[in-house]
């Protein structure tokens, strides 16, 4: 099968005869014209056949075309400034790569059972495309800021002998007679490689059985976990919001098309850009307050309260200083409010809540051991992680942000389920 070219290059090559292959989205015919879309993951095409151009087997054979037929049509580009890129193809000739009979997925709206159920096919959809190119793209401009700013890719393990996230969200593995764990977090190894490669990250899958049906929770989802030696709280704020900012500034840059597919409002994400604001616990109590919730101190904030926090800034908000009893047995303590600790989370504006959580970690091998203790942790299955306080101990933080709330958010998508190819949800494990 000889090479074909990709609609997104054609407008470079008006005037160019050509060859594309891809899957048939829609025919329709008026007068002697015939006119098909085909799809090739880098856009749409407008084909269109004349009575005469390739005499009249081809119109017939447009006229069989049915959607999700797989093609390759050879033709002429041509400018046409109302056409999906500016170009169409005027057909000579057409060959069926793959027939496609009554492909269940018909432009009419269908319910989302249906649609999660045809997860496979539903990936083709224009819209479901735009959001994985999206997700793609924010991965890709995720690791082009780290690897710039000199942080080291190192993958932690994602069989796990111990939790990093609190017990009661673990997928237990048999692991050959004896029990392990899908990874939570990668955090507690990447602060071992943190002392040997100065700033890591990991980027990979995470594993949380919480029993939540929310929009914004998986049962795996995709973490990025910076790491970073000698940082304080302060600065890892600082890289949050620098790297959050270069994100978005990224996508808006090359996911433009994208963006309009989805009808994302690109108005709200061209003001984002640090520094983002900063509240504490204490202050989003009075504020929630204010507005009307019974919040105390000491509650652990849900999405309502969350979204109106957001609500109240036109970019993401870090909340910071919660206290010490809500959060993990890692967290440095706040030294002048030791009841406080040095965490924040991110909260993204429009209601998308928590996007990044992160923290200074306990540096103290005394302190950590109580935390331990404190949580009800075994110090024994930690040990390993309190030698990192025994060598060369020094102030370090990092966090984590959830790549599939991050692309809800950039996208304008109303739910995590439509931000990664094949969900896992709590009620979902298919297809
Ligand atoms: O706040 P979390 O639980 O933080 C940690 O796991 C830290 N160990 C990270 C670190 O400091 N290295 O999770 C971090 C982010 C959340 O802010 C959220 O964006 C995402 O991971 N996240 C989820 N996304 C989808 N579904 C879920 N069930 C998620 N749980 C967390
Ligand atoms: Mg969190």
Known sequence: MSRGWRIDQLPE????????????????SSGKVRFFLVRDGTGELQVVARAGDGGDPLLSQIAALTQETAVAVGGLVQADPRSPGGVELRATELSIIGSSDAYPLSPKEHGIDFLM???????????????????????????????????????????????AEGTTSLFGVDYFGDPAFLSQSGQLYLEALAMSLGRVYSFGPTFRAEKSKTRRHLMEFWMVEPE??????????????????????????????????????TAALERIEPPFPRISYDEAIERLRAAGFATKWGDDFGSPEETALAGMFDRPVFVHRFPAHQKAFYMQPDPARPEVALAADLLAPEGYGEIVGGSQRIHDRDLLRAR???????????????????????PHSGFGLGLERLVAWI????HVRETIPFPRTLSRVWP
Request: with cysteine.
């Open 13 to 28: 090559h008006i005037g160019a005869q050509v060859r594309v292959t891809g899957w048939v989205t829609h025919v329709r």
């Open 411 to 414: 996208a304008g998508l109303e």
């Open 117 to 163: 159920d045809h997860r496979h096919l539903w990936v083709r959809s224009s819209r479901q495309a735009a959001a994985l190119r999206i997700r793609a793209r924010i991965a890709h401009a995720i690791r082009a800021f780290l690897d710039d700013a000199g942080f080291v890719l190192a993958d932690p393990p994602i069989l796990t002998p111990a939790a």
């Open 228 to 265: 970073i030696a000698f940082c304080d709280f302060e600065e890892n704020l600082e890289w949050q919001e620098r790297l959050v900012s270069y994100v978005v500034a990224d996508v808006l840059a090359h996911r433009s098309g994208d963006l309009a597919v989805l009808e994302r409002d």
């Open 372 to 394: 331990l203790a404190e949580h009800g942790l075994d110090p024994a299955t930690y040990s390993w992680y309190l030698d990192l306080r025994r060598y060369g101990s020094v």
